[in-house]
């Protein structure tokens, strides 16, 4: 078996394996009474955070893409 086909390769793969991570992680500190511990929270806490900047990375990233074909030109103005 070859673990190397279970890492995500696109980029939203990657940021829905985060969440996935992080919301199972919430969900299991709320269920066995551990997210009062400090160690936690911050783990939690760090993977929101590690999670918001991937995200802004992605998005400031980003170019725009026009679908149009180049003979047809259209007014994006409105």
Known sequence: ??????????TDA???????IIALSMFMAGLFDVLD???VK???F???AALFVTAMFYAY???????????TPQDDSH
């Open 1 to 10: 078996m070859n673990i190397v086909k279970f890492i995500p390769k696109s």
């Open 14 to 20: 990657i940021v829905l394996c985060c969440v996935t």
């Open 37 to 39: 511990y400090i160690i």
């Open 42 to 44: 911050a783990t939690l």
């Open 46 to 48: 760090i993977g929101f």
């Open 61 to 71: 990233k980003n170019d725009k893409k026009e679908n149009r074909l180049e003979d």
